[in-house]
């Protein structure tokens, strides 16, 4: 069975940092592509970050020179490094996985059928 944990979301200040971490179990991340998503009250659930199973990286227009996409393969791990945070990337953040090698969009939700329950993340003004 596939599971997917996120971790790491919180509660910060406008221009923090925050580090979520997304870990796999019955699958193996380094072989398909993993997106982070998320979903505000109100709103749809968009793509943020996603990597694919050779490491290339994409990212949404907002949060480009913000948020990092990493990879820890021994760890089954990946990591969304958040900094210079701001109000509107409040959201309930959800790691997602795709069942082969690489999608044709990868920030879109269709795209992935294995997904996590969430972090809630929270930035205050």
């Known amino acids: 069975r596939v599971q997917l944990v996120e971790s790491g979301g919180g509660a910060v200040q406008s221009g923090g940092s925050l580090m979520l971490s997304c870990t796999a179990a019955?699958?193996?991340?380094?072989?398909?592509?993993m997106t982070w998503f998320r979903q505000a009250p109100g709103q749809e659930r968009g793509g943020v970050a996603g990597?694919?199973?050779?490491?290339?990286?994409i990212y949404t227009d907002s949060v480009q020179g913000r948020f990092t996409i990493s990879q820890d393969n021994a760890k089954n791990t990946r990591y969304l490094q958040m900094n210079s945070l701001k109000p509107e990337d409040t959201a309930t953040y959800y790691c997602a996985a795709s069942s082969t090698q690489w999608v044709t969009r990868p920030l879109v939700q269709d795209e992935y059928i294995y997904w996590g329950r969430g972090t809630q993340v929270t930035v205050s003004s």
């Open positions: 019955g699958f193996y991340f380094s072989r398909y592509c």
């Open positions: 990597i694919d199973s050779r490491g290339h990286t």
